[in-house]
């Protein structure tokens, strides 16, 4: 009862569940010991309301949104509180005393100051809001960027404001229950003085030494680095914040660039969640400035997504752009017909360029090359299952799309019957789940399916903990434990000074330390393994999350399930036996002619019933029906193991930059010969050229 109810409440625990019923509780209760009347039951209610309403927000809870929606906001409720203290002095026949008359100046004259207040706030956060904000760029020898205010003064700044009619509200009581008008006075002293010093703090930060430069002088500095660094690739990418992996998976294969990289990022709330890298980014939300940013050196353009932002980097002519993609599929999106834009289209290996073919959307042969897939690196070949452990099946379905295709994701139909079966297989296997992060955000069915299958996984796991056939190494599982301890204190240790104020004071500050994002990633790696370690090799587990990686799962799994998605294209690469299930119900061979990466798959129908075929590939992998076709289908979908696909992408990035230096000398040769008249003032982003007789761009005459 209570997990519905914070499922309907959209909470994140019992706990904040309980705030919010004891704060919409709370203001009845006022009410009542105001007509009462009764001190006590004020104060004690009050409370409630205050400790309950600075919970939920320091929770960031979704009820606090939601209240101000229907006009039950912060400041009514705090307005609420106020009224209500009036009206208990009223009823303690308190309305001819003047501390009466004082707590109704106080709050008039305390929201009174929330005007100015909430305007600073506003205008700081205006003001130091960069028109490009920059990660490993160096702007502090450009220009000089203040520090940011206190977050004493800006976080949750409403919030505090209000909370100062603490003192008032707790003065006029005990003033109301002692018979002290001296003692109300003093609250109503203290709200108001602190108050105005709150206001007071904020001033400075709006004028002189203590603001960012202004947008065209932060623009000329990015323009001056990017002329003296002269970026030849850029990786560009705008999208929403859950869509930040699909950037985060290139950064690795940025930094490994024969060529000087560059991130172009066009949404705050991605720089926001970006990973760390070595590799400068620039995130330039105003379209119009990135379209007169000085990108004249760049070659080659890499976009991860088909987003309608992609236009203002792809009008420009001087450098080649090239679709890349975030994942390798037979979805819809991987012969998207906007593809055609692009001056090429880089796909793993032969299976992208014939989904092309096939699916006649005016994407041309000649623009497609293989390149591989260099994020692939890290998943380990499969060697067949050790013995001294069980095998461990990885269930990783995607999740329900923009559409309610039933084709779109296992969850629906399919997921707890192949969950059951896993959990209840003999010989055992252990169940690993790991959901796609976006599952559940658009469909409640699919949510609380995701939810019902994750009840299955804890529950086997808790009963198999209490099986006594299943023993646990202590001492490993506790070394293990103290060794995670010790990672993450260190990592702590490493990251957890490098947060900055606000994003003025991050992109000053934002050059990286060399060292310290090795010894990271070094940490990380060694997190990982610890973390397998940290518990049984039979404990079944739900894993969500950024941290273990998918690539990690890949990596301690035999086997997997899940659904058509670029997860099962790289899962391929470690040649462990697969399942995909068919939840349209298309039959098994309409489902491998439609989708090519099943074509060495067990197929599931939405019972999983053929899941004993995929479990005896991993238990005898020798008599294994479908290993050759997994390793022809591994060279078809990803290419070649050689050339490494690193070198091939880095191969790919300097023929097209080569491409785009041709074009360009051959623009200017006929420019020099006297060719026809040519508008040139797209050809160099950030430039205009001027023809013979113009002046400054406009003709004369």
């Not at 950064?251 to 926001?272: G, K």
């Not at 690196?377 to 559409?403: K, S």
């Not at 005898?620 to 696909?645: C, F, I, M, N, T």
């Not at 060719?675 to 797209?682: F, T």
């Amino acid at each position: 009862m209570i997990s519905t109810a914070i499922r309907v409440a959209r909470v994140g625990s019992a706990a904040e569940l309980a705030a919010a019923v004891l704060m919409m509780l709370g203001f009845p209760c006022l009410m009542l010991a105001a007509l009462v009347p009764s001190i006590p039951a004020f104060a004690a209610a009050a409370a409630v309301t205050y400790l309950a309403d600075h919970y939920l927000h320091r929770k960031g809870s979704y009820l606090v949104s939601r209240l101000s929606k229907v006009r039950a906001g912060l400041s009514i409720r705090f307005l609420i509180r106020q009224l209500l203290l009036i009206l208990l002095l009223a009823r303690l026949s308190l309305a001819d005393n003047l501390i009466y008359y004082g707590a109704i100046a106080c709050f008039i004259a305390f929201y009174g100051l929330q005007a100015p207040h909430g305007a600073l706030t506003t205008l700081i956060r205006n003001r130091r809001r960069m028109p490009v904000a920059t990660r490993n760029v160096d702007l502090a020898s450009r220009i000089r960027i203040p520090d940011a205010p206190p977050r004493l003064l800006l976080d949750r700044p409403a919030e505090k404001m209000l909370h100062l009619d603490l003192a008032a509200v707790t003065g006029i009581l005990a003033g109301a229950a002692l018979e002290s008008a001296a003692v109300g006075y003093t609250g109503i002293g203290v709200t108001l003085a602190l108050s105005i010093l709150y206001v007071l703090a904020l001033v400075p930060y709006v004028r002189g030494g203590k603001t960012p430069p202004k947008a065209e002088k932060v623009l000329a500095a990015v323009d001056d680095w990017l002329r003296e660094y002269r970026p030849e690739t850029v990786l560009y990418f705008s999208g929403s914040k859950d869509s930040a992996y699909q950037v985060n998976m290139w950064l690795e294969t940025m930094e490994q660039l024969d060529t000087r990289p560059l991130i172009i990022l066009r949404e705050r709330v991605i720089l926001q969640n970006l990973a760390p890298t070595t590799v400068p980014v620039v995130c330039v939300p105003g379209g119009v400035h990135l379209m007169n940013m000085d990108l004249s050196t760049v070659r080659v353009a890499l976009y991860a997504a088909n987003v309608g932002k992609n236009i203002h980097l792809l009008r420009v002519p001087t450098m080649r752009h090239v679709f890349i993609g975030h994942g390798d599929s037979d979805k819809l999106a991987s012969v998207n017909p906007f593809s055609k834009v692009y001056d090429e289209v880089w796909t793993a290996g032969r299976a992208g360029r014939d989904r092309y073919a096939i699916a006649d959307v005016g994407v041309r042969d000649e623009d497609i090359v293989e390149v591989g897939r260099p994020q692939l690196a890290p998943i380990r070949t499969w060697q067949g299952v050790p013995g001294d452990r069980m095998p461990t099946i990885l269930y990783a379905p995607t999740w329900e799309g923009w559409d309610d295709n039933p084709g779109n994701t296992s969850i629906l139909l399919a997921g707890e019957n192949i969950v059951k079966r896993l959990v209840e297989a003999d010989p055992a296997v252990r169940v690993l789940y790991k959901p796609h992060p976006f599952t559940g955000t658009r469909s409640p069915q699919a949510k609380a399916a995701h939810q019902r299958i994750t009840a299955l996984i804890e529950a086997a796991a808790a009963e198999r903990a209490a099986d006594a056939r299943f023993t646990a190494d202590t001492a490993a599982r506790t070394q293990a434990g103290a060794e995670l301890a010790r990672i993450e204190a260190r990592l702590a240790e490493l990251t957890g000074g490098t947060e900055k104020g606000d994003e003025a004071e991050a992109t000053r500050d934002g050059l990286v330390d060399v060292a310290r994002h090795e010894e990271i990633a070094r940490l990380r790696a060694e997190w990982n393994t610890a973390y397998w370690r940290s518990f049984p090799d039979w404990e079944h587990r739900v894993i969500t999350g950024a941290e273990p990686r998918l690539y990690d799962c890949f990596n301690v799994s035999d086997a997997m399930v899940s659904d058509i998605s670029s997860v099962v294209s790289d899962f391929i690469a470690s040649g462990k036996p697969y399942a995909v299930t068919d939840s349209a119900g298309l039959g098994v061979e309409e489902f491998k002619r439609q989708n090519t990466a099943v074509r060495a798959a067990v197929i599931l129908s939405n019972d999983a019933a053929e899941l004993d075929a995929l479990l005896e590939a991993v238990r005898v992998p020798d008599a294994d029906p479908l290993a050759e076709d997994r390793r022809e289908l591994k060279r078809y979908l990803l290419g070649p193991d050689e050339p490494k696909s690193i070198d091939q992408f880095n191969t790919a990035v300097a023929q097209l930059a080569l491409k785009a230096e041709t074009r360009n000398l051959g623009q200017e040769s006929r420019i020099t010969v006297g060719g026809p008249d040519v508008e040139l003032a797209d050809a160099l982003p950030g430039q205009r050229a001027s023809a013979p007789g113009d002046t400054d761009g406009a003709p004369t005459g």
